[in-house]
């Protein structure tokens, strides 16, 4: 049996193959960008989430405060040979304060 082929057919299917092989380059350039615009976005939601809990790492404000009040009392006391020492009170009233933020883990 003989089969007659028309040249216009074998052009068809040339052209065909080519235009899907142009069809799949495309999407698969645009897989790429539109991976990166999903990526993208999820960071921007992510980040304006703020920062998320890690236990190796922190920051807090400290306020510390230390007061401190000494009062010491020396009185005379006779001595044998009639000599006396000297009364002496010495007052001390301090204050420490320390504010600021302490961090701990890398930065």
Do not use: C
């Not at 899907?20 to 615009?37: C, N, P, Q």
């Not at 999903?38 to 989430?49: A, I, M, Q, T, Y």
């Not at 790492?57 to 009062?71: A, D, M, Q, R, Y």
Request: net charge positive.
């Amino acid at each position: 049996m003989l089969i007659k082929f028309n040249r216009r057919d074998g052009q068809t299917v040339l052209e065909y193959s080519v235009l899907i092989t142009v069809l799949l380059a495309a999407f698969l350039g645009m897989g790429i960008y539109f991976k990166r615009g999903v990526s993208g976005r999820w960071r921007e939601v992510s980040d304006g989430l703020g920062d998320q809990y890690d236990p190796r790492k922190g920051k807090s404000s400290v306020k510390f405060i230390l007061h401190s009040n000494t009062e010491t009392q020396i009185y005379a006391v006779p001595m044998q040979n009639g000599k006396l020492h000297t009364r002496r009170i010495d007052k001390t009233n301090s204050a420490e304060y320390k504010t600021g933020f302490q961090g701990v883990g890398p930065y």
